[in-house]
Nanobody, 115 residues
Framework: QVQLVESGGGLVQPGGSLRLSCAASGSIFSINSMDWYRQAPGKQRELVAAFTSGDSVKGRFTISRDNAKNTVYLQMNSLKPEDTAVYYC???????????????WGQGTRVTVSS
């Protein structure tokens, strides 16, 4: 089994910052990608930040990865009320050497930006 566990969400004032973490654990041979999505109330889930190699900056958000810890981070700066959403981690993981890759989702961490 593979588990993705997000953490770091919470209530923050507009203009503030948060750092989200997503740790993958379980039967993992390799991780092809780990990306961040979000879903605001009444809206579809959308891609927030992704990268295929190295770190990526998407405006106010920066995604980074610690391969040794199977962990991906999302640094969010200058947060706005419209950033309020549940943030999900998605990973494409190979569980054994000759097996296919599968997509896994975490349970989500809620971010609320409000004064």
């Amino acid at each position: 089994q593979v588990q993705l566990v997000e953490s770091g969400g919470g209530l923050v004032q507009p203009g503030g910052s948060l750092r989200l973490s997503c740790a993958a654990s379980g039967s993992i041979f390799s991780i092809n990608s780990m990306d961040w999505y979000r879903q605001a109330p009444g809206k579809q889930r959308e891609l927030v930040a992704a990268f295929t190699s190295g770190d990526s900056v998407k405006g106010r958000f920066t995604i980074s990865r610690d391969n040794a810890k199977n962990t991906v981070y999302l640094q969010m700066n200058s947060l706005k009320p419209e950033d309020t959403a549940v943030y999900y981690c998605n990973a494409n993981i190979v569980r054994n050497r000759y097996g296919p890759s599968f997509s896994y989702w975490g349970q989500g961490t809620r971010v609320t930006v409000s004064s």
